[in-house]
């Protein structure tokens, strides 16, 4: 099947550059250089046929035109096909990670372009990187972060990412510097500044393959963690080396105030670049605020805003410098030290360099982790969705086309071989790598409360792959570096070598060497309570211990992050993230059901709903007014969609609105209920016979209900009740697992249904208690036992969604019919007679 | 004093001790005991939603023994000491029967600030009631929130095991954050 889909995606691409190769033999009389700009001025408006005269053309062909937008359009969808293409057969991706699978597919267009004589586009430059490829990448990133873990481990984040970047930087560089000496290799022309700036370009790991794997085998969290922020930041440290190390290796001399100068500016720059993004991060949610009425707008904020804050950082960093100038020039007046005026002059030209993108990565992490936490609860829930979509989307089509456009390089470019210093970059970069992650763990593990083992070490080492940022980092060098192709060299076959031999591997050797794990999911109300409860627990002893740490720290953040809160988002209802987790459980479940369920939802509480009515009154003979008013409600419960539907219109400039899906949710909340009260004692064939929106012909609602009592009491009861395990019925565990997402089918089994009785017990609390005593011939009597503990549940959870005006006026009768006897349950239980109880039903 | 209590005692060391002291003398104004009322002065702590729980933990006898029931007016050093040494970080060489009775340990603190009533059941009312203090803090949220949360929780606990949450039950349902609280156990005493 891949190699089919080889072929296509080959056939596809000759078809994509097929046309650009016909192309360029016809512009092949425009000079190359003129080519490889792709900005063609050789021909203006090409007609055919030639225009003779002032005759109008019938036919006009403008390629040059469309060139580039055209061209790029096909690159991102060649990539996107080759993304399709590794998943149709899911497999290859589990064994090699898609990196790979992008890389080879870059390799085999290159093959066929090269065959061509065709040149790749020569669109990746150094600004189109920084102002339109990176951003999105650390956006992606930053957005996608899990933001507690990450702010737990901070420390040993910005420790490695930092620290262990500059360790990598200094010591390949240096390390490299020494081997060139060696005459037999033939690099003695490279200097110190620029295998410090090769260097610092090899050091930016770019684990997504690491990552993926991780994810995989359920790794433990602070590994995950500490992989996925180093990855992220040190880009951000790696661009100020690769800026830092850029100009210097321009200078012709290198002196200490051109070091120091470069130290101040990495942390200006730094702290710039927070500030910057942290103030565009509130704007941001500050905005949204008031989007109320324009919903469909709101996604661009997002967009806008984090780019405003990249671009503007970009801008500043110029007059960060400056700053950072003028106070080495205090500094320097103060120690009476005099640089040579010549290199002052040298460093002017050099800021004018466009690829100052130093403290934009920063800016715009901040602003993503910032804008994520307030923009999120302001905007509706489409737009967060869309949001979340359109970040991924972006992030990884600009990382696809990076390595596939590797790929396509890796062909088509004259490479300048060395073998010496290709070999001796593979070799250092492994070996620093392994090194600083050996010594900076010895360092920061006496400050970590779960150290890092050694296993954890390997993983951490291992997983440093490079990547993108590496290639489009080395590709976009300028072209005053003389042996720039000897680093394009290198560095590809660094990727190459890490993307395909680790990131084949690791997943192997992680799962051989048994790494700690953590279950991954958090998404059950208890989890999300116990963590909070223990956090507030571990805040409340250190305050006590008068001690001021992380969750100290946490705690009073959190008491700040209230006051910003009010001004920051519309309607502050403040909320824990406990609700936060339940509401959004119970809208999956809602959300679910409506997919796998549609309709069944409105046709099982049908009869249930009658029920309730009928016990609490006389029956009667006659069709009485409120059997009348019993088939109204049974009709405005079941018609509600229908009723929904014509009145929900979209004009051009307005979203639909989602109080649907609260409604959704509210009935989802009674029909779960109805099922966990009923399922024992229905059975499927019962539960399709009640689908009527109307009785039969003939038939009152009492007399219905008489004849399945009489039924229900011809029948011993047991039976039924050891009918219970034996039917399979997964809608129902489907349903009525809306709070227990994790144990679907579990109390299926035969064991477990005479321990439903102690669990309903034990909801029931102190009430259950009484229930103690019953003989084991009370089991028969088990069932409607349950739906007596379910019902005790009913009325709490009914009123905590209705925030719509409209969900809660509908829902207002409901506690009263479904409360009526289970709100009192003491008083209710002693008159409780089973046989009636099951009459009823 | 269980033989745990005082593994743990013994692996928190002179100069810890020393600093707890000192920090006990400051809660108690130099007596020998310290009250709920000292405790409930300091000035941080009152900011936190289980204040109470987290304060009535230091007075149950519970934390202190096996075995132990009710809970006292006033404490003294050692039982100061003994419920701090519940936090300590789990040593890094440690058998795997040594960790699981850390963790059990642990666990059972975390048990005995939700089962008030010491019956060794947690009953829906005490869990609603911890639920509720949970909340307080972030506003007017009601009480009718935090029941149908709580009444949730319970649900899940009872869908996975028998329901009741006795000791083991909870176990079951905290083992995938008990990283959490491994994690969480910061050097209070460095």
């Not at chain 1, 800021?351 to 901040?366: G, K, L, Q, R, Y």
């Not at chain 1, 796998?596 to 029956?619: N, Q």
């Amino acid at each position: 099947a891949i190699f089919g889909f080889f072929i296509w995606c080959s056939i596809l691409s000759l078809f994509g550059f097929g046309a650009n190769a016909v192309l360029s033999q016809k512009r092949a009389t425009s000079p190359q250089s003129d080519f490889t700009t792709r900005v063609p001025k050789d021909d203006g408006p090409q007609t055919f046929p030639e225009p003779e005269g002032p005759s109008l053309p019938v036919f006009t062909l403008n390629y040059p035109r469309i060139q580039i937008p055209f061209e790029i359009t096909l690159w991102v969808l060649l990539a996107s096909f080759a993304k399709i293409g590794f998943h149709v057969y899911h497999k290859i991706t589990i064994w090699v990670p898609e990196t790979c699978l992008l890389i080879t597919i870059g390799l085999i267009v290159g093959a066929i372009m090269h065959s061509v004589h065709e040149r790749p586009p020569a669109v990746l430059t150094s600004s189109v990187f920084f102002l339109y490829m990176l951003p999105p990448i650390v956006l992606d990133s930053a957005y996608f972060m899990p933001t507690s873990p990450f702010f737990e481990n901070l420390g040993t984040v910005m420790w490695f990412s930092v620290v262990g970047t500059l360790w990598n930087s200094i010591g390949v560089g240096v390390s490299l510097f020494g081997v060139c000496q060696i005459p037999a290799l033939g690099a003695q022309d490279i200097s110190l500044q620029e295998n410090l700036l090769f260097a610092s370009i090899v050091s930016a790991v770019d684990p997504v393959a690491a990552l993926a794997v991780f994810e995989d085998v359920n790794v433990n969290e602070q590994l995950y963690i500490v992989v996925f922020g180093e990855s992220l930041f040190n880009d951000a440290v790696t661009v100020v080396l690769y800026n830092l190390f850029n100009h210097v290796a321009e200078l012709p001399v290198v002196d200490a105030p051109d070091v120091l100068l470069a130290v101040v500016r990495f942390f200006v720059v730094g702290l710039g670049g927070i500030l910057l993004g942290v103030l565009f991060g509130f704007v941001a949610a500050f905005t949204t605020r008031f989007t109320r009425k324009v919903r469909e707008i709101e996604p661009l904020f997002i967009f806008m805003y984090s780019y405003l804050a990249y671009l503007l950082a970009e801008f500043l960093s110029l007059s960060s410098i400056m700053a950072s100038r003028i106070s080495v020039g205090f500094f320097f007046l103060v120690t009476e030290y005099h640089r040579p005026p010549q290199s002052r002059a040298e460093l002017l030209p050099a800021n004018e360099n466009p690829a100052f993108a130093s403290i934009i990565v920063v800016s715009i992490v901040t602003c993503a982790l910032t804008m994520k936490h307030y923009v999120e609860e302001n905007v509706s829930q489409r737009s967060c969705t869309t949001i979340r979509h359109a970040i991924r989307m972006l992030g990884t089509v600009s990382e696809t086309l990076i390595f596939f456009f590797l790929g396509v390089v890796t062909i088509t470019t004259d490479h300048e071989w060395n073998w010496g210093y290709i070999l001796f970059t593979l070799l250092f970069a492994q070996l620093w790598r392994g090194l600083g992650i050996l010594v900076l763990t010895q360092i920061i593990n006496p400050f970590r409360t779960i150290p890092f083992n050694f296993k954890d070490q390997f993983g951490l080492a291992y997983g440093g792959l490079r990547g993108a940022v590496t290639f489009a980092l080395v590709y976009t060098l300028p072209d005053s570096i003389f042996r720039k192709k000897l680093f394009v060299t290198a560095s590809i076959v660094i990727i190459i070598f890490t993307v395909f031999v680790q990131g084949i591997s690791i997943r192997p050797i992680i799962k051989l060497i048994n790494v700690r794990t953590t279950s991954w999911s958090r998404d059950t109300i208890n989890v999300e309570i116990h963590t909070r409860l223990m956090e507030h627990t571990i805040a409340g002893i250190e305050d006590l211990c008068g001690q001021w740490s992380r969750h100290a720290l946490k705690d009073k953040f959190m008491r700040f992050n209230r006051v910003i809160r009010k001004i920051l988002i519309r309607d502050n209802r403040p909320e824990s993230s406990i609700v936060a987790l339940y509401k959004k459980l119970e809208l999956q479940n809602a959300m679910l059901s409506l997919e796998t369920i549609s309709g069944d939802i409105s046709a099982s509480p049908s009869l249930v709903s009658l029920h309730e009515k009928t016990t609490s009154y006389k029956p009667k003979k006659t069709v009485s007014p409120s059997d009348l008013k019993a088939i109204h409600e049974l009709l405005s419960k079941n018609m509600y969609k229908i009723r929904e539907r014509t009145v929900s219109y979209t004009g051009k400039h307005t979203l639909p609105d989602d109080s649907c899906a609260r409604e959704i949710l509210l009935r989802r909340h009674t029909s779960v209920r109805r099922s966990l009260r009923t399922r024992s004692l229905r059975d499927p064939e019962k539960v399709r016979g009640q689908k009527y929106f109307s009785l039969p012909l003939g038939q009152s609602l009492d007399s219905r209900f008489t004849t399945k009592k009489f039924s229900c009491e011809g029948d011993n009861s047991a039976p039924m009740l050891n009918d219970l395990p034996a039917r399979p019925n997964p809608r129902q565990w489907l349903r009525s697992s809306s709070r227990a997402k994790m144990t679907l089918g579990r109390l299926d089994t035969p064991s477990e249904a005479g321990s439903m009785e102690d669990g309903q017990r034990a909801v029931l609390g102190r009430h259950g208690q009484s229930r103690l005593s019953s003989t084991p011939a009370d089991v028969t009597l088990q069932a409607p036992h349950q739906r007596r503990g379910a019902e005790d549940r009913e009325p709490d959870s009914k009123e905590d969604v209705s925030a719509s005006p409209p969900a809660r006026r509908r829902t207002a009768e409901l506690p009263e019919r479904g409360g009526g006897g289970a709100r009192r349950p003491l008083l209710r239980r002693p008159h409780w007679k089973p046989q009636d109880e099951l009459g009823d039903l | 004093m269980s033989s745990l209590i005082l593994f743990l005692l013994i692996s928190v060391s002179l100069e810890q001790i020393v600093i707890l002291h000192n920090r006990f003398n400051q809660l108690s104004h130099n007596s020998d005991v310290l009250r709920r009322e000292d405790l409930r002065k300091i000035p941080d702590l009152a900011c936190n939603p289980i204040q109470s729980q987290i304060v009535e933990a230091f007075f149950d006898e519970r934390n202190f023994k096996k075995g132990g029931e009710g809970s006292v007016q006033e404490i003294g050093f050692e039982e100061f000491l003994t419920v701090m040494s519940y936090f300590r970080p789990p040593e890094t060489h440690l058998t795997a029967e040594q960790k699981e009775e850390i963790r059990r340990t642990k666990m059972r603190f975390l048990f005995n600030m939700h089962d008030t009533d010491n019956d060794g059941t947690i009953t829906l009312e005490e869990y609603r009631h911890v639920v509720e203090e949970l909340l307080s803090r972030s506003g007017s949220l009601g009480k009718e929130t935090a029941k149908s949360i709580a009444d949730a929780a319970m649900l899940e606990v009872a869908s996975i095991s028998m329901g009741r949450m006795i000791l083991k039950e909870l176990e079951i349902e905290t083992r995938m954050n008990i990283h959490f609280l491994n994690m969480d156990t910061t050097f209070f005493c460095k």
